[in-house]
């Protein structure tokens, strides 16, 4: 499990050698019980009900999957969490628990102590029980920890703890051969934007369909389906929902969707997966403009469009449909085939911002038409004449990145332009630049550049982009009075004593040779510092800045928190993965909240004076020893309530002393090794048992129909 923010990813096992699985175990041993390794101060408030969990979970009512005994399933992006109904109820969702809790006979009676059913594991069928022992030590939690469910269809899952909230897997879907499946598969994605939530769509409660049967109509869809989306039929899975409609669930990257057959029509483009669920409320208007004559795609485009007004959701009437167009002043149809040969571009004549990236585009003309165009993002099209600009007289904002040029010098009589973005272009030179005198941002990532004596007399530049480029003297910055933003990322020889600015705020230096923060003393107003993977060894200087909030500085070589003087305006400080045996000093920062001390070298969290600013304090994977890390009553480890009283949140996974890690890397290794003989015992007797049908086919057939018989007296008995 690998963390990220607080929730983690997963990396199966079976992608690892088996010497990497041993150095992963070592490196990830979660020892004793450490599965709540993300803290937090107990509160009456119920994660998923009255504020989301860790991986932003917060339940609205849908997504229903099933139900158990004592709790509903809810599938959350692709997998499921168990919400009880006693939480439910408490957390104002009655109606659902009334719905769903199944209803105790009229006659019941309550068992009595001694008519106590034993712990459910004990009656589980052996296979059943093989997988809950494998869950709970791939998990590596106490088995007890685990509690066995039971959906009113018969099916057998279990759930299991994970931060502050828990998930749901069916024992069908563990395979004693292979990785637990990882239900946070999809949440990159997620985090980068693509947050599509499944439990929006209107066949919310579904399950496998029983029946690999379907009629006609639905099979020849499920065939188009594939070919729409370049699948193989298999890749496909067939689903039904409580009423019985035809339902298919489709791979997509790292997370998967589901459309319904009903929705499918042949001939016709499937609809995006993405914004489908987002869009119902828009069917209408969307009716409105396919009555008009736009396809899907560019449909799509519109609802994300802009205007001063919202999308019309509701709009049956062309005429107004094509009124509120009119209003549309920004519109990406980029990475569409030929979106300048779309229908209805006209009917948006008052488009301000135009993104027409990252598809190949011949003839630049159809965009004349936009007569008040402002800004232009046309990355990784592949224009190589610029002379349409010259008919663009209040363009302000032009993205060429990805265009393959090399020469900026047809930009020289574009006075007016406020804003260029050339990155990925192999630009050595920026000299033209020198004649733009309004340019306010620079994008020019990715670049050659090495000279920027042409950006000395460009006073109104505010945000400046130098990343991956080979720049060493920056006094051509210096006096800028609007430069707020600097990204100098990968420019291994900057040299930062020639940087002097007066309102610079946010500063990028990842994977630059800066070893130390002095330059903090002629840049006053820096707020927000990113230092990643540089030389830094030390934080002395931090406390020259007069605006300074927040410094990421991971992957350094800090050996020490303790500055000469104090810091009082430091509110964020992540030093992960440094090399700190300590966290005093941790008080010459009077005013820090968040503290993020992950990967280093720490073996106590003791310091001479308590801490009482800190409240979330990450220590994950450091060399605290177990003993520390017991929880107290408010669910805050024992030597952090001590060291940093007012902490309520953080995390702790990955630690133990030196000692307590070699002996789990020791039973890692026996568990490696145990699993692998498992696991090639498994292969033998199933081959043995392959060949033993091969020599004696009559044999086995008696023995299969002997189970047969055994099967049905069972089931006319229990029946």
């Known amino acids: 499990m690998v963390r990220h923010g607080d929730h983690f990813h997963y990396i199966p096992k079976a992608s690892l050698s088996q010497q990497k699985q041993v150095q992963a175990s070592r490196a990830v041993s979660r020892l004793g019980n450490q599965s709540n390794s993300h803290y937090r101060v107990n509160s009456s408030k119920i994660a998923g009900l009255h504020y989301p969990t860790s991986n932003g979970f917060l339940f609205n009512g849908r997504g229903i999957k099933g139900t158990t005994p004592t709790g509903i399933l809810v599938e959350h992006h692709n997998h499921l969490h168990f919400i009880s109904f006693a939480d439910l109820r408490k957390g104002g969702w009655g109606s659902i628990a009334d719905r769903y809790q199944p209803q105790k006979k009229a006659d019941s009676k309550k068992q009595s102590p001694s008519s106590k059913k034993p712990r459910t594991e004990n009656t589980l069928p052996k296979d059943i029980k093989d997988k809950l022992a494998y869950l709970a030590r791939e998990l590596h939690l106490d088995i007890s920890r685990i509690r066995v469910l039971k959906t009113l269809n018969g099916e057998i899952g279990f759930e299991y703890p994970h931060d502050d909230h828990t998930h749901v897997i069916m024992a069908k879907d563990i395979d004693l051969s292979k990785p637990i499946p990882n239900p946070h598969h999809d949440d990159e994605d997620h985090h980068k934007g693509h947050h599509h939530d499944e439990s929006d769509h209107k066949h ?15 099979q020849k869809k499920l065939i188009y389906l594939a070919e729409k989306l370049g699948l193989n039929p298999n890749q496909i ?32 483009p499937i609809p995006d997966g993405h914004h489908d669920h987002s869009h119902a409320k828009d069917k209408v208007g969307m009716a409105t403009l396919k009555q008009i004559g736009f396809d899907d795609e560019i449909i799509q485009d519109i609802l994300h469009a802009d205007a001063p007004t919202p999308f019309p959701s509701n709009e049956t009437n062309p005429e107004k449909m094509r009124q509120w167009l009119a209003t549309v002043t920004k519109i990406n149809i980029g990475q569409r085939t030929n979106p300048f040969q779309r229908f209805g571009l006209s ?51 032009l993205d060429i990145s990805q265009n393959g040029i090399k020469d900026l010098s047809f930009l020289t009589k574009y006075k007016q332009l406020s804003l260029i973005a050339a990155a990925n272009n192999g630009i050595t030179s920026l000299k033209p630049l020198a004649e733009l005198p309004n340019l306010q941002f620079l994008v020019l990532s990715h670049n050659n550049i090495s000279d920027l004596t042409p950006l000395s007399n460009l006073t109104k530049l505010q945000e400046l982009h130098l990343d991956h480029n080979n720049v060493k003297n920056l006094s051509a910055l210096s006096g800028k009075k609007d430069l707020k933003v600097l990204d100098l990322s990968n420019n291994k020889s900057a040299d930062l004593s020639t940087l002097k600015t007066t309102s610079l705020e946010t500063l990028l230096l990842n994977e630059t040779n800066t070893s130390n923060l002095s330059f903090l003393k002629q840049n006053p107003k820096v707020s927000n510092l990113t230092i990643n993977n540089a030389k830094l060894a030390s934080l002395d200087g931090i406390e020259e800045s007069d605006e300074i909030v927040k410094v990421e500085a991971e992957g350094n070589q800090i050996k020490s928190l303790v500055l000469k003087n104090k810091q009082g305006l430091l509110k964020f400080l992540n030093v992960t993965n440094n090399q700190l045996t300590s966290l005093e000093g941790v008080n010459n920062y009077t005013s820090l909240e968040t503290l993020s001390v992950s990967k280093n070298k720490l073996e106590s969290l003791d310091i001479k004076t308590p801490n009482k600013t800190v409240t979330n304090l990450d220590f994950s994977h450091n060399n605290v020893p177990t003993s520390q890390l017991k929880l107290n009553e408010k669910n ?7 060291n940093f009283p007012a902490v309520v949140e953080g995390s702790m996974v990955g630690n133990g002393s030196l000692a307590e890690k070699a002996a789990m890397a020791s039973k890692e290794d026996k568990q490696v090794s145990d699993n692998t003989n498992h696991q090639k015992n498994t292969e033998k007797s199933a081959q043995a048992n392959a060949d033993s049908k091969k020599e004696n086919p009559k044999t086995h057939d008696e023995h299969h129909d002997h189970e047969e018989t055994d099967h049905a007296h069972v089931g006319h008995h229990h029946h």
Do not use: C, R
Not at 252 to 266: G, N, P, Y
Not at 367 to 383: A, C, E, P
Not at 636 to 642: D, G, L, Q, S, T
């Open 636 to 642: 805050i480890p024992e030597a952090v309530a001590k």
């Open 347 to 397: 009917l948006m004549p008052n488009i301000e911002v135009l993104g027409i990236g990252f598809t190949p585009i011949n003839d630049m003309t159809p965009v004349l038409q936009f007569k008040k165009l402002k800004q232009l993002w046309m990355t990784n099209t592949g224009i190589t004449d610029y002379s349409f600009l010259d008919k663009m007289p209040l363009l302000e904002g």
């Open 237 to 268: 899975e067939v689903l039904t929902s409580e009423d019985g409609s035809i339902i298919f669930k489709y791979p997509h990257d790292d997370h998967s969707h589901t459309i319904a057959s009903k929705d499918i029509e042949i001939g016709k």
């Open 204 to 218: 919310e409660e579904h399950e496998h369909t029983k029946s690999n049967k379907l009629s006609d109509e639905d």
